[in-house]
């Protein structure tokens, strides 16, 4: 059975620093790996999705990695913003077809202005 | 963008009542929809995958007679909790996967409170 885990749980930092969050799944074979943003009271936004044979994915001040075969990804955050305090969650997908997917338990981050 | 409409956002009912959630996508169409749970301080947790017009595909330990899952079309599912007690106090997300490029887009999730 999959699992995911994320660290830290939790994380505070001032505005402007560079920070990176970690995720770790216990089965190597997947088909992607997505980070997402949670806002309290509001649904998931997709932030980055990358593909099994994909190493990174980069968008505006985010960058996602991922090492397959270790079993692991990070979500690099450059230039932190207090919008960017957010609950973020890690999930992969198994397979290609109508398969759902497992997340972590999150990151809680507060970016302090 | 694509947007997923889940309603209510939050619902208070009494113990042995049930409660339906619906889960719409609003430009798109999605032949598989998914449910999940989330208790405080939790991960989300997949419950079942909803396909459009079959019987859903339940995860290990959902019960299916308690939580029924309709999608009648391609762009409505929606989740019934039956006889609700208050361990099924929870939040439930959905999400719908664009069958044209696959996309994933979530719901903003219903909190429900069960007493």
Redesign the interface.
């Known amino acids: 059975k999959q699992e995911v885990t994320q660290i830290p749980a939790a994380l505070s930092v001032p505005e402007g620093e560079n920070l990176v969050l970690n995720c770790s799944f216990t089965d190597s074979a997947i088909y992607n790996l997505q980070w997402f943003r949670q806002d309290p009271g509001k649904g998931l936004t997709s932030l980055l999705l990358i593909q099994s044979s994909q190493r990174e994915q980069t968008s505006g001040r985010l960058n996602a990695s991922l090492d397959k075969s270790s079993g692991r990804s990070t979500l690099y955050i450059a230039a932190s913003q207090p919008g960017d305090s957010a609950t973020y969650l890690c999930a992969v997908r198994k397979g290609g077809g109508a398969d759902g997917l497992t997340f972590g338990k999150g990151t809680h981050l507060i970016i302090q202005p | 963008g694509a947007v ?1 409409s ?1 309603h209510p ?1 939050w619902v208070i009912c009494k113990s042995g009542t049930s409660v339906k959630i619906e889960c719409r996508s609003l430009d798109f169409q999605a032949t ?1 929809m ?1 449910w ?1 749970r989330q208790f405080p ?6 419950m079942a ?1 909803s ?1 459009e017009g079959s019987k859903a ?1 339940y ?1 290990q330990g959902v019960e299916k007679d308690k939580f029924l899952i309709n999608h009648a079309s391609l762009t409505l599912s929606t989740l019934t909790v039956t006889s609700a007690h208050p361990e099924d106090s929870s939040f439930y ?1 959905c ?1 719908a ?1 664009d069958r044209i490029n696959e ?7 219903t909190q429900l409170s069960v007493l």
Do not use: H
């Open positions: 997923v889940q956002s598989t998914f999940y301080k939790q991960s989300l947790m997949l995958t396909n595909t995860e997300i999400s996967r996309k994933l887009f979530f719901g903003s999730g």
